[in-house]
Nanobody, 126 residues
Framework: QLQLVESGGGLVRPGGSRRVSCAASGFSSEFKFAIGWFRQAPGQGREGVSCVSINGRATSGNSVKGRFTASRDNAKNTVYLQMNDLTPEDSAIYYC???????????????????WGQGTQLTVSS
């Protein structure tokens, strides 16, 4: 059973940067999973922010475009989300999600993913 574990959240000042990680385990053979990054703030729905395909093609949503970038290291079975120029509006629980695929694309739609991590909290505050 595929397991995903996020880490790297915490407190950061406005304008700062943070990189969160998503470590995958519990699978055999190749790391053929598209990975999406989603966030959810209190009282809000889950928002797709970035994703990365099996071969490393990255896509970001409009709300974070130019500031957030997803990437992956298949040798480490790990996916990253680099977050720059952070604002308090970026405060949320950040989740990674996986979908097995052989196609080199990814999606920001949450219902296309089958496995989810537990999330890591990011707080942006002065």
């Amino acid at each position: 059973q595929l397991q995903l574990v996020e880490s790297g959240g915490g407190l950061v000042r406005p304008g700062g940067s943070r990189r969160v990680s998503c470590a995958a385990s519990g699978f055999s053979s190749e790391f053929k999973f598209a990975i999406g990054w989603f966030r959810q703030a209190p009282g809000q729905g889950r928002e797709g922010v970035s994703c990365v395909s099996i071969n490393g093609r990255a896509t970001s949503g409009n709300s974070v475009k130019g500031r957030f970038t997803a990437s992956r290291d298949n040798a480490k079975n790990t996916v990253y989300l680099q977050m720059n120029d952070l604002t308090p509006e970026d405060s949320a629980i950040y989740y990674c999600a996986a979908r097995y695929t052989t196609v080199d694309n990814c999606s920001l739609f949450s219902d296309e993913y089958t496995h989810w991590g537990q999330g890591t909290q990011l707080t942006v505050s002065s």
